[in-house]
């Protein structure tokens, strides 16, 4: 990479929520900059007012902010090169659209969109696709043919009118990429695309790279999406005879279904019960809500590390990395050219690895929220981080604390009936009953000092070993789940443990 001092930008626009995809654009934009001491740089790309939603900026701010991909600038970050939101800047783009037309490099298109309309028809209908180019354009109604006079009547009229950049046919546009390499197009394959338009706006191609330059961007690093626009946007630099200051460039590999089968889409989110988004979105237009990974229950560490890992892998064994860890050893030369497939299973697995790096203490608070609404008695912390510390192994999300763990919290009243008829037969019954009163003559409930003798006892009358520790595990938790059998009687107690047997063997008999 160039010496430049590294200025990366991540340059949404607020058309919806964000596609995890852009996330993680975002982060890959993230470890540039930190890795290279450089700034990482928030710019709302809202030119195009008919695509604006509302919420959509602020909910692209939140989803930064809960990853953790803070920026350094930007819309509501502040810097020096601001503003930041393109709608903000909107005196600064016509200036360069008049060089462009000034240098010989775009000129003024008045043909109405029933005109142009009307073209791509006959097109279509000879099966071939217009293109406003050097090969017609010169006998459209655009500026190129006029006089200045000429010109300057229709602009005086109102009628709208458009900038359109003026591709050289006879060129040969050569592009590097540094995830793909050179590429090259002719630019007589070109559209001489819009870069103005009569309402004041610019469109994106003349924002983005104006934006760009002003803003100092040494690296542009965006979706492949935006690759067909990359021809345009060197031919650019090169017409404002910004060749020097013209950024590197690297286009990312798109984010697959899980089959591979196309781009990763909200509704294959929908249909495989996982979420495309950061955060919770509420549509508000039609009030639809698409899920999010903050409120599935995904740690943003995870949700980073997860999204780190499409499209580009460190090339060894190793899965977790913190994004300091990322930052380190990230690079684009490292990032693939092929699609990289979501894998939902893999999403849940890093979750569960972030889950079991948590402390029982830090893990207990949020599973004490949980309970809370639930509804039942919080016991107190080290009870509660030794609850946590038992079933933590089994869970994937903090809300599946609860589902390995809510038998300390509620005595069972109903058993699973599958596991009763497994479990439970008159013999056992007997058995049971011997364990209750061998339990009721035990005074220390600890696991180290209950598992001994319990065992022993079992050994010396004979019993079985597995059928005695399944039934009393139904009897405590009401099916076949659930951790150690002695470390469950620790923590609920002498009383407790006498009592839920107590009610099983009655509800069995009866
Ligand atoms: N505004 C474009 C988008 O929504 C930005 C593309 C780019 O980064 O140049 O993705």
Partial sequence: MSQRPVRVRFAPSPTGPLHIGGLRTAIFNYLIAKQNNGVFILRIEDTDQT?????????????????????????????EYGPYRQSDRKSI???????????????????????????????????ETFIYNAAVRDGLNNSLKMTDEEIQKHLSSGQPYVIRFKFDPGEEIVMQDLIRGEVRVQAATLDDKVLFKSDGM???HLANVTDDYLMKISHVIRGEEWLPSLPLHVALYKAFGWESSMPEFAHLPLILKPDGKGKLSKRDGDKGGFPVFPLEWKDPESGETSSGYREAGYFPEACVNILAFLGWN????QEIFTLPELAAIFSLEKVGKSGSKFDPDKAKWYNHQYLQQKSDAELSKSFAELLQTKGVELPDSPKLQKITGLVKERANFVRELWDHADFFFVRPTAYDPEVVKKRWNPQVAEQMKQILELLERSDDFTAQSLEPKVKTFIEEKAFGMGQIMNALRLCLVGTSKGPGIFDISEILGKEEVILRIRNAVFQFEN
């Fill in 51 to 79: 695509r604006f939603v509302p919420g959509a900026e602020e909910y692209i701010i939140n989803s930064l902010k809960w990853a953790g991909i803070v920026p350094d600038e930007g819309v509501s970050f502040g810097g």
């Fill in 93 to 127: 783009y016509k200036a360069y659209a008049d060089q462009l037309i000034s240098s010989g490099n775009a000129y003024y298109s008045f043909d109405t969109p029933e005109e142009l309309d009307k073209l791509r028809k006959e097109h279509e209908a000879r099966k």
């Fill in 202 to 204: 610019p469109t994106y």
């Fill in 314 to 317: 460190p090339g060894t064994e």
